[in-house]
């Protein structure tokens, strides 16, 4: 820009705006500093609120931390609060690429749920197992139940791949949001996981109360508990190896979890296989 014009207003413009954003991580940096650590004319200009100072930017790291995101001299702050600018902005991104940028308490609420109606249906078949000295079909039934995840998983993902839309009733927002990630695989893996996972949550509810037999919840807990995460095993399938935990890079390369490697083909050309998102087993029948 410097050699494009010779005009003074267009380069005081320039100057200031883009040496105040190479420098507004130091500025941002400066706000989490104590004031006895920063040099005295960091101090005065915090003062004269010219850069972002401490007691301004410590909102934002406050509850619930969607507010105070200019790192400047947070002059706009305001502004852009009050108006809920920032909300008015996800709602679009929601909209246009079909994903919230963090999980809300309610997709929170729901997954706790999920949680615990899979861990007592797997507590249900543990205790039952032990009181009736009968292990091997509920062990056989938790396998069975989680082959039949991963088929049901590729089912439903090939079902909402290629039919229906944004306004179809009830399945609608999945819909668009399954049809826009072959157009945008990454989102995937900046979404929260209680944002991916509530969807299928609350279906376990009514099957924990309609049985004692340990083999049905042996079965029910597997097979809910890996349909309820499969959304969150499809993300890590898009994530390289360098970036995942330990656990589910074994878990991958073991062929429990759909891997990287696997889930690959379902991104190329013609785009009409490896739909299955629990190991990603049942997709070669």
Same mark, same amino acid.
């Given at each position: 820009?410097?050699?494009? /014009?010779?005009?003074?207003? %267009?380069?005081? %413009?320039?100057? /200031?705006?883009?040496?105040?954003?190479?420098?507004?991580?130091?500025?941002?940096?400066?706000?989490?500093?104590?004031?006895?650590?920063?040099?005295? @004319?960091?101090?005065?200009?915090?003062?004269?609120?010219?850069?972002?100072?401490?007691?301004?930017?410590?909102?934002?790291?406050?509850?619930?931390?969607?507010?105070?995101?200019?790192?400047?001299?947070?002059?706009?702050?305001?502004?852009?609060?009050?108006?809920?600018?920032?909300?008015?902005?996800?709602?679009?991104?929601?909209?246009?690429?079909? $994903?919230?940028?963090?999980?809300?308490?309610?997709?929170?609420?729901? !997954?706790?749920?999920?949680?615990?109606? /899979?861990?007592?249906?797997?507590?249900?078949?543990?205790?039952?197992?032990?009181?009736?000295?009968?292990? @091997?079909?509920?062990?056989?039934? +938790?396998? $069975?139940?989680?082959? =039949?995840?991963?088929?049901?998983?590729?089912?439903?993902?090939?079902?909402?791949?290629?039919?229906?839309?944004?306004?179809?009733?009830?399945?609608?927002?999945?819909?668009?949001?399954?049809?826009?990630?072959?157009?945008?695989?990454?989102?995937?893996?900046?979404?929260? &996981?209680?944002? *991916?996972?509530? !969807?299928?949550?609350?279906? @376990?509810?009514?099957?924990?109360?309609?049985?004692?037999?340990?083999?049905?919840?042996? &079965?029910?807990?597997?097979?809910?508990?890996?349909?309820?995460?499969?959304?969150?095993?499809?993300?890590?399938?898009?994530?390289?190896?360098?970036? *995942?935990?330990?656990?589910?890079?074994? =878990?991958?390369?073991?062929?429990? =979890?759909?891997?990287?490697?696997?889930?690959?083909?379902?991104?190329?050309?013609?785009?009409?296989?490896?739909?299955?998102?629990?190991? +990603?087993?049942?997709?070669?029948?």
């Amino acid at each position: 820009m410097d050699l494009a /014009v010779n005009d003074p207003i %267009f380069h005081a %413009f320039v100057s /200031v705006w883009s040496g105040c954003l190479l420098f507004s991580q130091q500025f941002h940096a400066w706000a989490h500093t104590t004031k006895s650590r920063l040099p005295p @004319l960091v101090i005065a200009l915090q003062d004269m609120r010219l850069p972002v100072s401490r007691s301004q930017r410590v909102d934002h790291h406050i509850p619930p931390y969607n507010n105070n995101y200019c790192i400047v001299s947070g002059v706009w702050n305001e502004f852009l609060d009050k108006r809920q600018i920032f909300k008015a902005l996800e709602m679009i991104l929601f909209y246009k690429l079909g $994903v919230r940028p963090r999980s809300t308490w309610a997709h929170r609420a729901w !997954v706790a749920c999920g949680c615990t109606m /899979v861990l007592i249906s797997l507590a249900k078949a543990i205790m039952g197992a032990a009181k009736s000295h009968i292990w @091997l079909k509920p062990i056989l039934a +938790g396998l $069975v139940g989680y082959v =039949l995840a991963d088929l049901m998983s590729g089912v439903y993902h090939w079902g909402i791949d290629n039919y229906g839309s944004a306004s179809t009733p009830i399945f609608g927002s999945q819909i668009d949001a399954f049809q826009r990630h072959h157009k945008w695989p990454w989102i995937i893996t900046r979404t929260e &996981f209680a944002n *991916l996972s509530h !969807v299928l949550a609350p279906c @376990l509810l009514p099957m924990v109360f309609a049985s004692n037999d340990p083999i049905f919840h042996a &079965f029910v807990a597997v097979c809910w508990g890996c349909i309820m995460f499969s959304l969150q095993f499809h993300a890590w399938a898009h994530i390289t190896k360098s970036k *995942l935990p330990p656990l589910v890079n074994a =878990l991958q390369d073991m062929g429990l =979890l759909v891997s990287r490697s696997k889930h690959a083909n379902h991104h190329r050309p013609p785009y009409n296989n490896n739909y299955c998102m629990v190991s +990603g087993a049942m997709d070669n029948h």
